[in-house]
């Protein structure tokens, strides 16, 4: 059944249509998700949809976006589709295990759940309401239910699919998991993915999240995913963003980290309408750490908004915060971190840093890194930094003979080598190096990577700039 | 080769250089000295094509062309080559291919097709050998985490890669130990044929041990106040720059 969303009034609407008897969502006759997404939706209902008026949407407004039409799609799309075709992972050498999501869907051919000899869980979260209702009912919609956020209470009131990992004690995942989310569609689609990922104690994963989008349409996704992750456990997590700038991309993410359990998150941005990426770390058992990065590269009329909130809670963690970003023509950006040191939280170590390149005098960017503190033995930095490319740099590489337009990608490339170079997996590096040089050339297109070579070939992005080689 | 006449140079308003003349021939190697703030960083830069300095008069002519009108990659494709006293790191580019776009970018100036990459690796050997190079330094991010010495030995390096005919060594030698100081004194000299030139700026006669100038010149307030042979630079490390000041 496909359903049509019309904008008037979308917030009544949405609450309208998420009651109809029509439509089934995954885990209705289970009491526990009926009753998580029965308080969602009411949730939703006192909240309701972004607006800039409130403070921690200031500086992205979803007006122009809930202006769409959208359709949402309630028929499950991703049985018998073969992934290889849909999507080729053009990195070389990348063993990766490869799961994909089609339009929200967990794409599956054998099966909608796996689980594997070492007792990990991979697969469709809607089949897992059922398989493994343990693990749903323990987990499922904590976080989620803490926070304040009305997209997310709509993504749980409309969740019908995503993926779940459950990585179990003790167990080391050798391969790389890489989830890629595709959406392939004529209509415009507004979609809630949803996805729960579980580390066990001493459990260890290195996930890539992939973003791309090959629709003819407009887009709006809401995807939200919940992280815990046990004593000692640890999860070495990339987002890559290449999508069209006809899509509006949310993506909150909810992390609960318990003692010695260490987090490493990169968000790279390299295409987009509207990207927010939301980040909310709750660091709830000593010795925890938290290593949060993000890198962006916005030209024409795009929009990046980076909000990350580290809570914390118990003494002796760690987070660092570090942000950078390149914003040409009329591109827009927002940064915004917040760091909550609680009274108990002694010897925190906290830093936050967003710098950050401006290329025209179109382009803006709105940077808040904030501290709270209510512990006295702490040690918290932060800053922020706009400027243009240095002048001083920029003499030092053209008195050796190479152009002004390479001098600045020379320059705009070294500046974003320092999130690269946080990146562990060597080939995943080398790729998103390869990519982010392309980008800056201005050969990169969000074509670059799909398979399905579709007609609609999205103007290719450029900063201005051509050159032959690096 | 470089025909500097009565050449003024304001840096926001504020006049540094004040009539400079100097005329370097091919071959040659000179020496310019003076106490700090008299103007020698502003002529190297000057020379480099920097923005921000502002020609109230005078000229520049170098290979029979007004340099003043040519970008600093334009200069540097021509055979300048600016040796920095503070240079530049660059996070993620690493020096093999720096050299590399350089070097390219300079042949495709001169209608000349990209460097075969077995000659380019030669050159790297060649040059890492006589500059005493280790062989990771190549592979390292320019400048990136470099101490001060290696800064200025990667500058030397550089330098022997690009085969400049004009070389403007800003400042290289100080704060150099004295191997550092040979390294920098070798590039220098195996460079040196009848058809190169080079200006070293320095604060020292120390150097000079090493690279022997054909002419030393005094700049003091922006001017060339003294010219004269390579005895000169024994002179000034014995009477020091109070001996220049008090003559005036």
């Known amino acids: ?470 | 080769m470089l025909k500097i006449k009565n050449l003024s140079v304001a840096i926001k308003g504020k006049e540094i250089l004040k009539g400079i003349n100097l005329e370097v021939n091919p071959g040659e190697v000179h020496a310019i000295m003076g106490p700090n703030g008299t103007g020698k960083s502003t002529l190297a830069y000057v020379i480099g094509g920097r923005e921000g300095y502002e020609v109230t008069s005078g000229e520049i002519t170098y290979k029979g062309m007004n340099l003043l009108e040519l970008s600093p990659e334009e200069r540097a494709c021509e055979g300048i080559f600016l040796g920095f006293q503070y240079p530049v790191e660059i996070p993620g580019v690493s020096i093999t291919s720096f050299l590399r776009t350089a070097i390219n970018e300079q042949r495709k100036y001169q209608g000349l097709d990209p460097v075969p990459p077995a000659e380019f690796l030669a050159m790297m050997e060649e040059n890492k050998k006589l500059l005493d190079l280790q062989d990771k330094l190549a592979n390292r991010s320019v400048n990136e985490g470099f101490s001060g010495g290696e800064k200025k030995k990667n500058e030397i390096f550089q330098m022997a890669m690009l085969q400049p005919s004009l070389a403007i060594l800003d400042e290289t030698d100080s704060g150099l130990d004295i191997d550092a100081l040979r390294v920098v004194a070798t590039g220098v000299n195996n460079l040196r044929r009848p058809d190169n030139s080079a200006i070293v700026i320095t604060h020292y006669q120390r150097l000079l041990d090493y690279i022997i100038p054909d002419v030393v010149h005094v700049l003091y307030d922006g001017r060339i106040v003294k010219s004269g042979g390579k005895e000169m630079a024994l002179e000034l490390e014995e009477k020091g720059y109070e001996w220049i000041k008090n003559s005036l």
């Open chain 1, 1 to 470: 059944m496909d359903t049509s969303i019309q904008t008037y009034n979308l917030k009544e609407r949405l609450i309208e249509q998420s009651l109809s008897r029509n439509i089934r969502f995954p885990g209705g006759d289970t009491p526990y998700v009926a009753g998580v997404r029965h308080k969602a939706l009411e949730q939703f209902r006192e909240i309701g949809l972004p607006h800039p008026n409130l403070e921690r949407w200031r500086g992205t407004d979803l007006s122009k976006a809930f202006e769409t039409d959208y359709h949402l799609s309630f028929d499950p799309a991703g049985k018998g589709v073969d992934i290889e075709a849909l999507f080729k992972c053009t990195v070389p050498h990348f063993e990766t295990f490869l799961v994909a999501q089609l339009n929200g869907w967990f794409v599956y051919n054998d099966g909608p759940l796996h689980t594997l000899p070492n007792g990990m869980v991979v697969g469709s979260l809607a089949s897992a309401i059922h398989a493994h209702p343990g693990l749903i009912e323990k987990y499922y919609g904590n976080l989620t239910a803490q926070s304040d956020e009305g997209l997310t209470a709509l993504n749980t009131a409309y969740a019908l699919d995503g993926m779940i990992i459950y990585v179990p004690d003790n167990v080391s995942v050798e391969e790389t998991l890489q989830m890629v989310n595709l959406i392939d569609s004529p209509e415009n689609l507004m979609l809630h993915p949803r996805n729960l990922v579980i580390l066990g104690k001493n459990a260890h994963l290195r996930l890539v999240q992939c973003d791309d989008s090959i629709n003819h349409g407009t887009t709006f996704i809401n995807a939200v995913t919940e992280v815990f992750m046990d004593e000692d456990s640890s999860l070495d997590h990339y987002k890559l963003q290449n999508k069209d700038s006809h899509s509006t991309l949310i993506n909150t993410m909810y992390f609960e980290q318990q003692q010695g359990s260490r987090l490493t998150s990169n968000a790279m941005s390299l295409n987009g309408g509207i990207i927010r990426n939301s980040s909310c770390v709750k660091l709830d058992g000593e010795n925890a750490s938290a290593d949060i990065y993000g890198l962006y590269l916005m030209d024409r009329n795009q929009h990046i908004d980076n909000r990350v909130f580290v809570d914390h809670a118990k003494p002796r963690c760690h987070s660092n915060e570090l942000f950078k970003g390149v914003l040409d023509d009329h591109a827009t950006g927002v940064f915004n971190g917040h760091v909550l040191v609680r009274r108990d939280a002694q010897q925190t170590m906290a830093y936050q840093k967003n710098n950050n390149i401006l290329l025209t005098d179109k382009a803006t960017i709105d940077t808040r890194p904030f501290l709270e503190i209510y512990a006295d033995d702490v040690k918290c930095s932060h800053g922020a930094t706009v400027g243009q490319l240095d002048a001083n740099a920029m003499f030092y590489i053209r008195s050796r003979g190479i152009s002004e337009a390479s001098a600045r990608i020379l320059l705009m490339y070294a500046f974003a080598a320092e999130i690269i170079n946080k990146i562990s997996i060597p080939e995943l590096k080398q790729r998103i190096d390869d990519m982010v040089k392309k980008r800056l050339r201005g050969e990169l297109s969000i074509c670059d990577q799909c398979v399905l070579q579709c007609s609609s070939q999205e103007k290719k992005a450029d900063f201005k700039i051509d050159m032959s080689k690096i």
